[in-house]
């Protein structure tokens, strides 16, 4: 007997087109397109693509059965492995079963709460250098800037080495990458297909490998104690064998430039709100300037700078790094009623969830106050995920909270950001949620007197 439910038993959801079913739509719809569900089907939405069958959960309590209590379940799975496969190989946040617990508890220890304190003072200083480079009055260009210092700060805090001769290749294979992500062709033709989307992946790939073969043959030369790829070269099986130099280098790849894209298009989001709500950015500056005066953040200063979390908490909210989550059912399950079959790929997305109205009031406000510890309280779980949830919860999420929030804290001492690009942000969803065009902001320094005071 066939565990594939009938037709009558799915979940509501779009039709789409013969033989591709809703695939074009969801994927040219994008953030839209799984609002827009959402609101029109309800928890759980279904359709059909020519790869099968997909369902989209929209209700905490559904998003928990497969990020925690039956995670066992459901894997990354096939569309999952073919778009970030090329890029991230065999790597932490692409491996599966007994390879990903072996390369979790290798890389864990680099994200030792003892380990992020160490990363603190490094953050504060490479965002000191970055604010030394900038003019008053000068127009930046706020995503390249913050992609620039969080690679620079994940290649010295996590591997123990400067990459500035490399930035601009790092950068412009990721630029490459993430948006052939998103190519219809790329979901919709077999592998083989030499798309040119796939031909910039494969090029990206080729860039980060040079790029990380010239880090790990510093580290042979010269070891670290406690940097990921000294690690990872010093790593043994259980049957005595290190680690070949292709998954040291899936390894590498993967948190190079995941530990530095999320980081950055959050702090890209943040600025571009507190620019268009001064009352906002007057709170932050105040705080900053009563529970630091004139020295700068340190790791034990963030107990205090209260505000300062609840700013960055609220924009990854509305502008969550990552705008969904995937995963693959490996035996049938039963959610909301539904029986999901073995097979079907199943999204979750934070961008629907945190923008729902049963869980936030005015959920499209930028409103960093409500994140009381009552709220947080009253929130169901799931109701708010920006790191993933369960055992493939996100491994650097507490570096990546600590990094926001030095770096948003050292700039806005002395700096404040005017938005002169457009205010009406369109975000396109790529692996990551990046913002479609440039954000550029105008740079006024504050003055002493400024300072002094907490206003400009």
């Known amino acids: ?131 030394e480079g900038w003019s008053d009055g000068e127009t930046r260009r706020v995503h390249e800037d913050m992609m620039e210092l969080t690679l620079r700060i994940v290649s010295k805090a996590l591997f123990g080495v400067d990459i500035d001769e490399h930035v601009e290749e790092i950068e412009n294979a990721v630029n490459d990458f993430l948006p052939a992500t998103t190519s219809l062709p790329n979901y919709l033709l077999p592998e083989g297909v030499p798309l040119p989307s796939r031909r910039r992946m494969k090029a990206a790939r080729e860039t980060l490998d040079d790029v990380v073969d010239d880090i790990i043959q510093r580290k042979r030369a010269d070891p670290g104690e406690h940097d990921v790829v000294s690690m990872l070269l010093a790593a043994r099986d259980e049957g005595g064998s290190s680690l070949s130099d292709e998954q040291i280098r899936d390894e590498a790849i993967t948190l190079l430039t995941a530990g530095h894209e999320t980081t950055a298009v959050s702090l890209t989001y ?90 936030y009031d005015d959920p499209l406000a930028f409103e960093p106050g409500r994140w009381t510890k009552e709220f947080k309280q009253s929130l169901p779980p799931l109701a708010y995920f920006p790191f993933g949830s369960g055992p493939r919860r996100c491994i650097g999420d507490r570096f990546a909270m600590l990094e926001a929030r030095l770096i948003l804290a050292t700039l806005y001492q002395d700096h404040h950001l005017e938005l002169v690009s457009d205010r009406n942000l369109e975000v396109v969803p790529t692996i990551t949620s990046r913002p479609k065009e440039d954000v550029r902001a105008r740079v006024h320094e504050r003055s002493a007197d400024e300072a002094s005071n907490g206003s400009r």
Do not use: C
């Not at 074009?24 to 693509?49: C, K, M, N």
């Not at 009352?279 to 205090?304: F, H, N, Q, W, Y």
């Not at 700078?305 to 990552?322: A, C, D, I, K, N």
């Open 1 to 131: 007997m066939s565990d594939e439910p009938a037709v009558s038993e799915f979940p509501p959801g779009p039709t789409g087109l013969p033989v591709v079913g809703a695939m074009p739509q969801s994927i040219l719809g994008g953030l839209e397109f799984r609002e827009r569900v959402a609101e029109e089907y309800g928890d759980i939405v279904h359709w059909q693509t020519h790869r099968g069958h997909t369902y989209q959960l929209n209700d905490p309590e559904y998003i928990g059965q497969v990020l925690v209590h039956n995670n066992t379940n459901y894997v990354k799975g096939e569309q999952f492995q073919r778009l970030l496969g090329p890029l991230l190989g065999n790597g932490i946040l692409n491996s599966e079963g007994e390879a990903w617990r072996r390369n979790r508890h290798l890389v864990q220890p680099a994200f030792h709460p003892d380990r992020i304190e160490v990363y603190a003072e490094m953050m504060t200083e490479l965002t000191e250098e970055m604010l």
């Open 270 to 359: 943040t600025i571009h709100l507190l620019a268009q709500h001064p009352e906002i950015e007057a709170k932050l500056v105040a705080e900053l300037d009563s529970e630091l005066g004139d020295e700068r953040p340190t790791m034990g200063d963030l107990s205090d700078l209260e505000y300062t979390e609840q700013v960055v908490e609220e924009s990854m909210r509305l502008f969550p790094p990552v705008p969904g989550i995937v995963r693959e059912a490996e035996a049938p399950d039963e959610i909301g009623g539904y029986t999901i079959p073995a097979g079907a790929k199943v999204f979750m997305d934070q961008w629907v969830v945190h923008r729902d109205a049963r869980w």
